[in-house]
């Protein structure tokens, strides 16, 4: 299973950095690891002669959606088949990395790693979008040029770059409200959270900062179910503000203008209301079955109410384009997954548990509420990489997390990821002298004057 692990974790890596997964080369990529993976876990099953399927809740709705999907394309209810094939083949692939991830993640120290590779490759990814922008020339990744878009770190959308923060970020501000971690990587952890939310400010997506405050109003009150202490809530409101200290150097008045104004890629408010009173127009005209998964930008010239000449390929409303895609069917579908996430997630932060277990619970679901609610004005469910980050961090919040193989105490990340947090911590400690270090150079120096 470590192949797997490995290959769930590179194939997360590769969709982000990879402008988010959303050109057919990086789709094609991810569908064809996910296959393999697959592939290699059922020749393990073969090998093995035993194959023990762990369920979740959110299957249903997963492959309930997929479902819908295949009847459109199959009995040629989809106005545009190959879109919806193409739908189809995207859905597919993460409903097998979500299958692969929930029967490979089963221990703690398994599910332990996996966060920590967010919480890392989130500070990663923040890191170089904060250097790309104060050295960006109209050229992404310094050497890819762009004929339009308002781009950050590796996405073309840096509304998209919001809604990975929103998934990663709260990961971070879960294990440092919950104390689930050692002392000597508080350091790191507080740097692995700043850095991102300095980020996102940075990007001044309206619609990601407004989710990102939503996420830590809902952390703080499922933390007080927790009855966590006043030192805990008091470290956060620390880090909050340290947060804010870092954004305040890095530069707000970007943020600022942004929600004042708009800048000239944005769709102006008045083109975006047109754009949902259209879509509920196409899901009007098709109540049922929808016209097809994906084929909202096929469809929508035909109902557009104004014309602006840009191609509308996303409704700016994940909620408003599966209602056109698949109708009242993929809606209950969708609403089924919702209501199956908070009823599970919340089941499993009530239930006994330590304090790692549960942070890993709330963050998984905070950070599925906060782009949730992000879709209302945005399509970062239609970014590949954000949706299967989306998806297994909603497995994990809905999953019973194995016990853990070693204490709580053991540092956290096992693995690669032990040893990396390990290796910092090392070079930390040897920047910063310690009380008794400095005390013998003060007396060496006193000793020679």
Known sequence: MKVIRAGIWMLIAFAVLAFGGVEPWGEAILEIGAAALFVFWGILAIRRREAEIHWNWLYPPLLGLGGVALVQYAFGLSVY????????????????????????????????????????????????????????????????????GSPFGP?????????????????????????????????????????PVGALFLSASRGGIIGFFFELVLLFFLSRSRQIGRKQLLGVAALALAAGSFTVWLGVSGAIQRFEHLIPAEVAPDSRVSMYRDTWHIFVRHPWVGTGLGTLIEVYPRYASFYDGLIVDHAHNDYLELLADTGVVGGLCGLAFIVLLFWRGLVHLRSPGDRLRHAIHAGSLAACTGLLLHSLVDFNLHIPANALIFLLLAALATSEIGRPTREIARPPGGNFFENLLAGMSRMLSVLRPTHEGAEDLAKSGRGKA
């Open 81 to 148: 088949p190959y879109l919806t094939w193409v739908e189809l083949l995207k859905w597919g692939a993460y409903v097998l990395l979500v299958f692969l991830a929930l029967e490979s993640f089963r221990t703690m120290d398994q599910v332990k790693s996996f966060i920590w590779f967010l919480v890392v490759f989130g500070f990663a990814v923040a890191l170089f979008g904060i250097v790309q922008y104060f050295t960006f020339h109209g050229k992404l990744y310094w050497f890819i040029p762009l004929k339009a």
């Open 155 to 195: 996405y073309v959308n840096r509304d998209d770059f919001a809604g990975f923060v929103e998934l990663t970020a709260p990961l971070g501000f879960a294990l440092l409200l919950f104390r689930a971690w050692r002392r000597e990587h508080l350091t790191l952890l507080l740097l692995f959270t700043i850095v």
